[in-house]
């Protein structure tokens, strides 16, 4: 499983550099019924083809940031959304607090992924950054 993670993380790193920005109509049927169905009042719309793998970046209400990967079929394969420290499950707050007080929280994003949840923090201080990566436990991974 983690095998399989790790080399569908590689697959979209790597799809990054051969990203092509795409028109909304050049979007299959299926991936466009399912992200209006998923996300009605999604704006700032934008779409690319990254391999084979149909990636939108979009917005919410008050500038909530999404990022959705979905395959040829329509079938969601990631999803990425910008959330607060609010949002957290208390066991990463703890964590956090325990461990990493004096560090300025940058960025948090919550990760869906075949059914999983995670969480990547962007922590730094100073001139140092750090990104955590939690399960939907609050455990940090190695």
Sequence with gaps: MKK????????L???????????TNEVPSIIINEFNRSFPKAIDVEWELKGGVYNVDFELEK??????????????IRLEEEVTIQELPVSILNTLEKNYSLYKIDDIEKITENKKISYEIEIERGNYEQVLLFNSKGELSK
Excluded: P, R
């Excluded at 790193?13 to 028109?23: G, N, P």
């Design 4 to 11: 399989h993670q790790l080399l569908m993380g590689i697959l």
């Design 13 to 23: 790193a790597s799809t990054t550099l051969l990203a092509q920005d795409i028109s």
């Design 63 to 76: 500038k909530k940031d999404i990022e959705v990967w979905y395959s040829s079929n329509g079938e969601q």
